[in-house]
Structures are given as C-alpha cells and as structure tokens.
C-alpha cells in the first residue's frame, strides 16, 4: 500500500507540473491549454511544456484566443489566461481576449515588451499580481466596471501607459499598482476605493495630480495631492508635482509621502499641528536643498531624507527628541550638523555616507549615539560635546577613518570620561573646552 501511494504522490506531483495539456491549433496559430475542471469543461490558455523559462518566445504577432476549444470530441470554455501564459513572449503584438474569459493570472502578460493595448472584456472580473509588468510600451489598456481590484504590481513598469481610467467598480489599489509608468500624468481615484497600497504611484515621474470622487468616505485631494478624507494626513504627492501648499489641517507626512519628487525644491509645512514626518517620507527628493523641521515634531521616522543628495542645511527649530535609523543616509550635500538641545537619540545610519560634513554639535540632551550613525562621514574634523557625561554609543557609530583627523571638544574636566568611554576612545584628539566657544564654527 506505501508504494502504491507513494506511485500515486508520484503522479500528482508531475501533473501539477506540467503547465500544458493539450496544444490545438487556431487561426494559423498553435496554442496551449490547461484543463481546469473536466466537470464543468473548461481550461486556460498556457505555455508550452513544463517550465515556462525554457519556452518563453513560444507566441508571437497577434494571438487570437478562442472562447472554446474542441480536444479529442471534448469542448472546453477558455476562462482564464494561466499563470505565465505569455511571459517574456517579446514578439507579441497583440492579444484579443475572448468573452468567456473571467480571470488574468499572476505575470500572465509580464515582459510582452510589444505589446502595446489591450481590451479587457467584461466578463473579466479578476487581474492578479504583476499580470502586465514590464510591458513597457503597453500604452492603452482598458478596463471593464468587473473589476473590483487592482493588485499589487499590475502595471509595473508599463512606462507607455497614458490615460488610464480606473473603473468606478474599483474597491482596493495594491501596492505599487503604477510603479514607474512615467507616463502616466493624471489619475482619478474613484468613489469605491477604500485602500490604496504602499507605493502604488512611486516612479510616476509625470504624474502631476491625482483626483479623487469627492463621494470617496475614504480618500481626498487637494491641489493634486492625495491626503485622506479627514485631511490630517498626507499620503501621496505626485512626484511630477513642482509647486503646491499643504493644508494646515496636516497632522502626519505619510510614508513614502514624496517618495522620488525630485522637481521638489523646496516645501514649507504647517508647524502648528504637525507631529509626525513619516518612514521615508522624503527619499530621493534630489531637488531639496534646504529643509525646517517645524517645532510641532518631536520624532523623525526613518530613513525620512534618505538620499536627498542635495540637501545642504537642516534647521531644527523645534522640540524633537529622536532621530530615527537612516533618517539623513547619504545626504551628501550636508557640511555641519547643530542638534537641538531637546534630542536623546540618534538612531543606526542616520546619517550614513553623509561623506561632506565637517561639524557636529551634541547637546547635553544627546544620550545614546546608534551603530554606523556616521560611518562614511569621513569629512568630519569637529565634533562638539556640550556634556561631562558621554553618550552611549559604539566604535562603529563614527568612521574609523576619522579618528585620527577630527578634534573632539568637550567640557572642562570630561576628557577623561570620554577617553575610557567605549565609542569614544578611538579618537586621538579629546580636547578639554568650554564647548560654547567652538558654536560659531556651526551657523
């Protein structure tokens, strides 16, 4: 019996395989299916063989899809495109769904680089994960109101597609959704969506405004931006936004809110309500120069200016008390950092290959120095401690590099302490100064 089942395991595990079960041909064109249901009879369409990988330029020109294929006296109904159906099939010009099919599946259409539009049929109510990513001259696809999601990665790199309407029927858009279809200029949110994913718009360089239904219980715009319909949050700038102003009612910047705005030169943000500036809310806005984080926040999140490559001053006028993991990585443009006096924690990497800056001052307030905090910092000649007692912190929170160039100052009668403290001792020069002295070197 352990045989016999282990035979029959055997079988199924090479069924399940085997992407093709019968190929036929149609209208000049030799196509692949796979049954779904001998009960109810239908299949889907598929590649050839076994492993997708080995078959991947099986289709090419226009591919007509059949509503029913007859196999060996049996009729199918076609009513799916299978999973890798048409994967990295270049020479795809076009494809005409039938009428019967109900679902696209997962990276069915994914790399059909020529493929250049598409009418989904209206029977169609499901679109899986990254069904047409890295369609890159994809121009034109139309939707039907039977789809009720757009899923995480459908459009990836679709960098042709203009004009899109999201149908009313629409109730979630995934993660990265549009992720760099940079030609993509406006977007319409319409009133059934009630979750859009992290990233759903990232690496749109051209989208200028995204609309939303103003009955949306969810969501609003203004100016173009996306906040939600309470407009205390701001969660999605379009990155080919150049000039706009925040609503005063703004409590929270989103994460990834202006993610890769680089048109971005500088942006003014409410400092009455404000509390919270998102995980990379800024990163990539290669276009900021200068930035004020306003009094009302108190805790930078992570990786908030991450790679704002520009960014030459920060002006903390506020009461913030922690900076969070990778919150300046590789801001290369910064020279000198002031930190007010209300911070206790600077977080791992914060400001990681920040390779420009020359100066630092810690204030009193500063307790706890993160791991790698300003490795690559190997600019760095002055750092300025305005406290007997050192912050705790390890040998990788500064560059090894910089040990023997940079000049720590501290109180009159720390130098000790600092000289014994772990983090602190690799550095060959700890002067004893009244610290207030060494501040004009930070304007």
Known sequence: MKRIALIIISLTLITSMSAENFSAMHKGKILYFNILSSGDMTAEITFRGKDVN????????????????TQYGKTYTIVAIGENAFQDCSRVTDIILPSTVTEIKKQAFIGCKNLTSLDVPASVTSIATEAFSGCSILSNVKLTESIKNLNNKIFDGCSKLNNFIIPNSVKSIGENTFLACNSLSKINIPAAVSEIGLGAFDGCSSLTEISVDTLNENYASVDGILYNKNLNTLIRCPEGNIEFSIVDSTRAIGRYAFNGCNKLSSITLPDSILTDIGEYAFLGCSGLTSFVIPKSVKTLQAGAFSKCNQLE??????????????????????????????????????????????????????????????????????????????????ASSFDSRTTYSCTVYVPEGASTAFKEAQGWRSFQNIREDAAVSKLDKLK
């Open 313 to 394: 001053k920060i002006n903390f006028i506020g009461a913030i008390t922690a900076i969070k993991s990778e919150t300046f990585y590789e801001c290369s443009a910064l020279t000198q950092i002031k930190f007010p006096n209300t911070i206790s924690y600077i977080g791992d990497k914060a400001f990681y290959n920040c390779s420009n800056i020359t100066a630092a001052y810690f204030p009193s307030s500063v307790k706890e120095i993160g791991k790698q905090t300003f490795y690559g910092c190997t600019k760095l000649v002055d750092i300025i401690v305005d406290s007997k007692v050192p912050a705790k912190c390890e």
């Open 54 to 69: 080995a078959f991947v330029h099986e289709y090419a020109g226009k591919i007509e899809i059949p509503e029913s294929i």
